[in-house]
């Protein structure tokens, strides 16, 4: 077996053409094996991401029951390896299975009122490639996440630092419920492998053939109007970039590297370590704690709140250079001023600098909304 030179999937040595992506193969394809990903087991993915699309993205041919399309027989896509939120205008996310991955482990879910800058939730998930169903793992987080912190309002939680002891509570909170609906991925997937799956159902180590139980970072940031407060385990990131002023980095990671940073070594020496990506903490039944690491702080002006997977950062890891990336996006195109347009141009820079990971990039532009305009509000 070889690999395709562009998209990485495997591919027959007889083969002309690469099923995934339709590149032409020659006959010196490239026989360095791919990324492999460890095999998921047989659990169901929820059913809006299941399944492949319907309509070509080679050709806009429709893709027939065996999953290809009847026009130019390309594969088509897997739901769940691109998919995209915007629950408001002023929100949206992209999430992308990046070029050399052979599927999505990361995962995102959005909630917003629809006022611009009012209320919303953005839970970025990203799976440890080397744990059993990580891509059922960090997309069930995500929403137990996003929906714990979308079941109550800051209405009635008071104001002021008793307003942020409250949405502290609900971080935590909601990484509890995102931890354990990652237990309940590892318990199904066991009982998969007690019965004999697919997959064989050996069990090494506690955990079924013989990988690592699901396991997956968090970043979670709410917005209740003028307040931002986030919370992480792990090495995904939140970001504000305001439009004039310095741009934050928001989360501290739990990894190698921060180690590393915080003991004098140079970001870049450190973030381009062979252990860079080693994470210290994360969420899953063998994992030391999932408790958020948090901070807060007050939209004062314009800007963009960035939630992001290491597939993104990685390529552009300094809050000043991410922010720099933004502006020069939104100067190439009027649409990709809006966040579901600079998600998208976001995701496509990073796989264009090699799609080493999945790449998930959830936006939100922040407008603070005046005192005067915000008493009308609720007068």
């Known amino acids: 077996m070889t690999t395709c030179p562009v998209c990485h999937v495997t ?18 394809v490239a026989t360095e ?23 070509c993205q080679a050709c806009g041919g429709e893709v027939a029951s065996d999953g290809y399309c009847g026009t130019c027989g390309a594969r088509a896509p897997v739901l769940r390896d691109h998919f995209s939120e915007q629950p408001a205008a002023w929100v949206a996310a992209v999430c992308d299975r990046g070029i050399r991955h052979t599927r999505n482990e990361d995962a995102v879910a959005l909630a917003a009122d629809p006022g611009p800058g009012s209320r919303a939730v953005l839970v970025v998930c990203d799976g440890v490639s080397s744990s059993i169903d990580s891509d059922l ?74 990988g690592s139980p699901a396991s997956c ?35 501290l990671d739990d990894s190698f590297a921060q180690l590393q940073i915080a003991s004098g070594v140079p970001r870049v020496e450190a ?20 408790k958020p690491t948090t901070a807060t702080m007050t939209l004062a002006e314009p800007g963009w709140l960035l939630v992001c997977s290491d597939g993104l950062w ?33 995701v496509d820079w990073a796989n264009a600098r090699g799609g080493q990971d999945n790449i998930t990039v959830a936006l939100a532009r922040i407008h603070p909304v005046p005192p005067r305009e915000e008493a009308r509000r609720n007068g």
Not at 318 to 346: F, I, K, M, N, Y
């Open 314 to 346: 990685n390529y552009c890891s300094p809050a000043e250079d991410l922010a720099a990336l933004v502006r020069q996006t939104c100067s190439t195109s009027p649409t990709a001023t809006e966040p579901l347009a600079l998600a998208g141009a976001l």
């Open 137 to 210: 793992a960090s997309l069930a987080a995500a929403r137990a996440a996003r929906d714990v912190l979308t079941s109550s309002h800051s209405r009635g939680m008071g104001s002021g630092l008793s307003l942020v002891a409250a949405t502290i509570a609900r971080l935590e909170a909601a990484a509890d419920a995102a931890s354990e609906a990652v237990l309940e991925v590892t318990r199904t997937a066991k009982a998969v492998a007690a019965v004999g799956s697919p997959a064989g159902g050996n069990q090494v180590g506690g955990s079924p053939a013989g």
């Open 271 to 290: 973030e381009a370590g062979p252990q860079a990506h080693a994470i210290t903490r994360w969420l899953g039944v063998d994992a030391p704690d999932h």
């Open 33 to 55: 094996p791919p990324l492999a990903d460890e095999p998921a087991l047989a659990v169901p993915m929820p059913s809006d991401l299941a399944g492949t699309a319907s309509t």
């Open 11 to 28: 591919v027959g040595p007889s083969e002309q053409f690469c099923e995934a992506c339709g590149a032409q193969l020659s006959p010196t």
């Open 217 to 251: 970072t968090f970043v979670a940031a709410v917005v209740e109007q003028d307040l931002l407060v986030v919370g992480s385990v792990g090495d995904s990131r939140a970001y504000w970039l305001p439009d004039i002023g310095a741009a934050t980095t928001l989360t």
